[in-house]
């Protein structure tokens, strides 16, 4: 599903619902009462009820609670479930929203929205005054996400155990905290693992660890305990025998794969001439256009004298000249185009165009952006070619149109740099699906924009690539297969006698890949009458600046998988955790699992009888069987483990040993803070890119605060919390940035200095 930004703000909101007269599960019923009286992790699969104990949990120990979800996808459903079965009052809060009210039986809130409300210091928000707190996959606690800020804030704040509590205690300044998930950790063996969880409750101040038997989870009526894997490989590409960067050809070896290092890598490489064959073919491609680009800025034509004169200069964004991200380079094109567009509609001289040069000469076409044949192939895949584009305001091409279209070779580029050179097939689908394809015969013809010695860049790049690509042939296959298997769409008769279809998930890490997929999908005459598809990742970030899915969006794309009008999802992370997803049978796993809480939470998607789940990309190192292994190695520590009891010798040790780690793990991260520092040029914004990387490396939190100083001058307040140290640093200057930058290097310099001590 692909649809324009902008998504109004949401407003908090209070619901409130009857309490149905359900009975809990036998397990949820122990556990709940486990709650009770302490902190205590809870792990059970997915579609096991972790909500409703959690629920119950709350009507018994009594409001105000908190409710946190890591989604704004997840707000609306935990609010339903929890406002039905307490009959309590929910509010709901999220970005963009203003203040909660100030009183509320049940808060339930994405991290984000929460502590940034927090910080405003209002008294109803701070942790002593809520009851319960719930941590809603609690596991984002372990790595660098908002949970882990609200944790160590919820530690700090509280510095000595709860006290003991009942449903018929009064209020207590220690509130109880719960927190729910399928899998508590990322790591990979026992020890990792085991150090994982006694983090989780260190930093929680969890006094329990609460789970199901098989048995008890089939008692009560638990069905969905996970398809077997089906793990369906190709081998790896080729790194042309070496693990050198001097490769003439091949991908990034895997030994040179430093993820700090991914833009450095990839631009030395173009520097060299040692890119892989079809990445050397797109950057000419690119630096081509972008010299086009750069030239016709230049030639704007000058407005009457009537007008005030409008100039857009444009430079590449990237390497070696540029110096933004690749996450940004299209949105700083697209930005371009809008502004071009703009002062030619107005009559500036943005829209000025193309020199009449023998370079320029040649260009013809009408119309709008891409060729008609494109625009329609392209709408039946939910992506309009022209949608956010600026239109043509005359016959000819003009600057808004050439940064319109540069935008989507960026981000093609970009696709490159993060797959380490692998993903061609996604770099050549993300022009096609837009109608950046030049004009061989085989390929629909688009609107010739660039000058004549651009195109034959563009010819050359496109003759090149492949009709077709392997993953995209695999992944038909795999679904057409299931298709059947699966009932199709729902003419056919269950085992039971009952009629079954196809309902399936297709995971990818990229959020640019569902939309690269659903494109490919209905394109293919196999695939488009069986399939339809919808995108669905998290609302709050685009997947380009071109490409986006609302809440609004999500949440309907949801309702039809549910209702059967939609019977194919295609995901990123957002859809493993929480979301209710309850008839899916296929789970595709497209891009390769990164940790045991990717397969526990995706596998558990598909909870219909005869499900299947489907691997076909695996990092070396971390197999599908190595990643079920780690599940039942979680299992096994989560039955007999007991968090030691606050002041005890036990305690001490764990404390000792957590410190030591990040000892290490901030001496580990020390070289890699200067070396980019210094690499940087020391400036306050190396700083910043520094203690960035070093606070992520080191599993610590970076917050900034912000205030008004004399003279009306921002300060910002940079503070570094970890379980060794907190250090704060302030900069004062006239604007946001530049206060920023100046905390940031008096803070790097701190904070080198106690490292280094």
Same mark, same amino acid.
């Given at each position: 599903?692909?649809?324009?930004?902008?998504?109004?703000?949401?407003?908090?909101?209070?619901?409130?619902?009857?309490?149905?007269?359900?009975?809990?599960?036998?397990?949820?019923?122990?556990?709940?009462?486990k709650?009770?009286h302490?902190?205590?992790?809870v792990v059970l699969?997915?579609?096991?009820?972790?909500t409703l104990l959690?629920?119950?949990?709350?009507?018994? &120990?009594?409001?105000?609670?908190?409710?946190?979800?890591?989604?704004?996808?997840?707000?609306d459903?935990?609010?339903e479930? #929890?406002?039905?079965?307490?009959?309590?009052?929910v509010?709901?809060y999220?970005g963009?929203a203003g203040?909660p009210?100030? +009183?509320?039986?049940?808060?339930?809130?994405?991290?984000?929205?929460?502590?940034?409300?927090?910080? %405003?210091?209002?008294?109803?928000?701070?942790?002593?005054?809520?009851?319960?707190?719930?941590?809603?996959?609690?596991?984002?606690?372990?790595?660098?996400?908002?949970?882990r800020?609200l944790?160590?804030?919820l530690r700090r704040?509280?510095?000595?155990?709860?006290?003991?509590?009942s449903?018929?205690?009064g209020?207590?300044?220690?509130?109880?905290?719960?927190?729910l998930t399928?899998s508590?950790?990322y790591?990979?063996?026992?020890?990792?693992?085991?150090? /994982?969880l006694?983090?989780l409750c260190?930093?929680?101040?969890?006094?329990a660890?609460? +789970?199901a038997?098989?048995?008890?989870?089939?008692?009560?009526g638990?069905?969905?305990?996970?398809?077997?894997?089906?793990?369906?490989l190709d081998?790896?590409?080729?790194?042309?025998?070496?693990?050198?960067? +001097?490769a003439?050809?091949?991908?990034?070896?895997?030994?040179?794969?430093?993820?700090? !290092?991914m833009?450095t890598?990839?631009?030395?490489r173009?520097a060299?001439?040692? /890119?892989?064959?079809?990445?050397? &073919?797109?950057?000419?491609c690119?630096?081509?256009? !972008?010299e086009? +680009?750069?030239?016709?800025?230049a030639a704007?034509a000058?407005?009457? *004298? /009537?007008?005030?004169?409008?100039?857009?200069?444009?430079?590449?964004?990237?390497?070696?000249s540029?110096?933004?991200a690749?996450?940004?380079?299209g949105?700083?094109?697209?930005?371009?185009?809008?502004?071009a567009?703009?002062?030619?509609?107005?009559?500036?001289?943005?829209?000025?165009?193309m020199?009449?040069?023998?370079?320029?000469?040649?260009?013809?076409g009408?119309?709008?952006?891409?060729g008609?044949?494109?625009?329609?192939?392209?709408?039946r895949?939910?992506?309009?070619? %022209?949608?956010?584009?600026?239109?043509?305001?005359?016959?000819?091409?003009t600057?808004?149109?050439?940064?319109?279209?540069?935008?989507?070779?960026y981000?093609?580029?970009?696709?490159?740099v993060?797959?380490?050179?692998?993903?061609?097939?996604?770099?050549?689908?993300?022009?096609?699906?837009?109608?950046?394809?030049g004009s061989?015969?085989?390929?629909?013809a688009?609107?010739?924009v660039?000058?004549?010695?651009?195109r034959?860049k563009i010819s050359?790049?496109?003759?090149?690539?492949?009709r077709?690509?392997?993953?995209?042939d695999?992944?038909?296959n795999?679904?057409l297969?299931?298709?059947?298997?699966?009932?199709?769409d729902?003419?056919s008769?269950g085992?039971g006698?009952?009629k079954?279809?196809?309902?399936?998930?297709?995971?990818?890490v990229?959020?640019?890949t569902?939309?690269?997929?659903?494109?490919v999908i209905a394109?293919d005459?196999?695939?488009a009458?069986?399939f339809?598809?919808?995108c &669905?990742y998290?609302?709050?970030?685009p997947?380009t600046?071109?490409?986006?899915v609302?809440?609004?969006?999500?949440q309907a794309?949801i309702?039809?998988?549910?209702?059967?009008s939609?019977?194919?999802? #295609?995901?990123?992370?957002?859809?493993?955790?929480g979301?209710d997803?309850?008839?899916? %049978?296929?789970?595709?796993?497209?891009?390769a699992?990164?940790h045991?809480?990717?397969?526990?939470?995706?596998?558990?998607?598909?909870r219909e009888?005869d499900?299947?789940?489907?691997?076909?990309?695996?990092r070396?190192?971390?197999?599908?069987?190595?990643?079920?292994?780690?599940?039942?190695?979680?299992?096994?520590l989560v039955?007999?483990?007991?968090?030691?009891?606050?002041?005890?010798?036990?305690a001490a040790a *764990?404390d000792?040993a957590?410190m030591?780690?990040?000892?290490?793990?901030?001496?580990?991260?020390r070289?890699?803070?200067l070396?980019i520092?210094?690499a940087?040029?020391g400036?306050?914004g190396?700083?910043?890119s520094?203690? %960035?990387?070093?606070a992520q490396k080191?599993?610590?939190?970076l !917050?900034?605060?912000?205030s008004?100083g004399?003279?009306?001058q921002?300060?910002?307040?940079?503070?570094?919390?970890?379980p060794?140290?907190e #250090?704060?640093?302030?900069?004062?200057?006239?604007?946001?940035?530049?206060?920023k930058k100046?905390?940031?290097?008096?803070?790097?310099a701190?904070?080198r200095e106690?490292?280094?001590?």
């Amino acid at each position: 599903m692909a649809a324009g930004r902008g998504a109004a703000a949401a407003t908090p909101r209070a619901t409130a619902a009857k309490a149905p007269a359900k009975t809990l599960r036998g397990y949820q019923s122990r556990i709940a009462n486990k709650c009770l009286h302490d902190n205590t992790i809870v792990v059970l699969p997915t579609g096991s009820g972790k909500t409703l104990l959690a629920a119950e949990a709350i009507k018994r &120990l009594g409001p105000p609670a908190l409710f946190l979800v890591p989604t704004r996808l997840m707000v609306d459903q935990q609010a339903e479930a #929890l406002g039905s079965w307490t009959g309590l009052s929910v509010t709901k809060y999220m970005g963009g929203a203003g203040l909660p009210p100030s +009183t509320f039986k049940i808060l339930v809130s994405t991290p984000q929205a929460f502590k940034a409300a927090q910080q %405003n210091g209002i008294g109803h928000l701070q942790w002593s005054a809520f009851r319960v707190v719930i941590f809603d996959e609690v596991h984002h606690v372990l790595k660098d996400h908002p949970y882990r800020k609200l944790a160590l804030s919820l530690r700090r704040s509280s510095l000595t155990p709860p006290p003991p509590a009942s449903p018929a205690t009064g209020s207590s300044s220690h509130p109880r905290v719960v927190g729910l998930t399928a899998s508590y950790s990322y790591a990979v063996g026992d020890a990792k693992i085991e150090a /994982s969880l006694t983090r989780l409750c260190h930093e929680l101040r969890i006094t329990a660890t609460e +789970t199901a038997t098989r048995q008890e989870l089939e008692a009560g009526g638990y069905q969905a305990m996970g398809a077997a894997a089906e793990v369906l490989l190709d081998p790896r590409p080729d790194s042309a025998g070496t693990t050198d960067d +001097t490769a003439p050809a091949g991908v990034v070896p895997e030994a040179d794969q430093k993820p700090h !290092e991914m833009g450095t890598t990839f631009f030395r490489r173009e520097a060299k001439g040692t /890119s892989t064959a079809f990445t050397r &073919l797109l950057m000419a491609c690119v630096r081509s256009m !972008e010299e086009a +680009t750069a030239a016709a800025a230049a030639a704007q034509a000058a407005p009457p *004298s /009537s007008q005030p004169h409008q100039t857009l200069l444009f430079s590449s964004p990237m390497p070696p000249s540029g110096k933004l991200a690749p996450r940004e380079w299209g949105a700083y094109a697209h930005k371009l185009a809008l502004k071009a567009a703009a002062a030619a509609a107005a009559g500036g001289g943005g829209g000025a165009k193309m020199p009449e040069t023998a370079a320029g000469r040649g260009m013809g076409g009408g119309g709008d952006f891409t060729g008609n044949s494109v625009a329609k192939r392209c709408t039946r895949c939910g992506i309009d070619a %022209n949608a956010g584009q600026p239109r043509r305001s005359s016959s000819r091409p003009t600057l808004h149109l050439l940064l319109a279209e540069l935008e989507h070779w960026y981000e093609a580029v970009k696709t490159m740099v993060v797959s380490w050179e692998e993903r061609e097939d996604d770099a050549a689908t993300i022009l096609d699906m837009f109608g950046c394809t030049g004009s061989p015969s085989h390929r629909a013809a688009s609107e010739a924009v660039w000058p004549s010695d651009v195109r034959q860049k563009i010819s050359a790049f496109w003759e090149a690539v492949p009709r077709t690509f392997r993953r995209y042939d695999k992944l038909k296959n795999v679904l057409l297969d299931k298709y059947d298997h699966h009932g199709g769409d729902g003419s056919s008769s269950g085992g039971g006698g009952g009629k079954k279809c196809f309902r399936g998930i297709v995971f990818v890490v990229q959020r640019v890949t569902t939309h690269v997929l659903a494109h490919v999908i209905a394109a293919d005459p196999r695939l488009a009458p069986r399939f339809s598809a919808a995108c &669905l990742y998290a609302s709050s970030s685009p997947a380009t600046a071109s490409l986006s899915v609302t809440k609004a969006q999500a949440q309907a794309s949801i309702e039809a998988f549910r209702s059967g009008s939609v019977n194919l999802l #295609l995901a990123t992370v957002v859809a493993e955790e929480g979301i209710d997803i309850p008839k899916a %049978n296929c789970v595709v796993r497209y891009d390769a699992m990164m940790h045991g809480v990717s397969m526990v939470q995706g596998r558990g998607r598909a909870r219909e009888e005869d499900s299947s789940f489907v691997v076909l990309s695996e990092r070396p190192d971390r197999t599908t069987a190595d990643l079920e292994a780690v599940e039942r190695q979680q299992q096994r520590l989560v039955w007999g483990f007991r968090p030691p009891a606050a002041g005890s010798a036990a305690a001490a040790a *764990s404390d000792a040993a957590i410190m030591a780690a990040q000892r290490l793990r901030e001496h580990g991260a020390r070289k890699a803070l200067l070396g980019i520092a210094a690499a940087q040029g020391g400036g306050g914004g190396g700083a910043l890119s520094a203690l %960035n990387f070093f606070a992520q490396k080191t599993k610590a939190a970076l !917050e900034d605060g912000w205030s008004k100083g004399a003279g009306g001058q921002w300060v910002c307040t940079l503070s570094y919390e970890s379980p060794l140290r907190e #250090l704060r640093a302030t900069g004062t200057a006239p604007g946001k940035k530049a206060a920023k930058k100046l905390a940031a290097a008096k803070l790097l310099a701190v904070l080198r200095e106690a490292v280094a001590a």
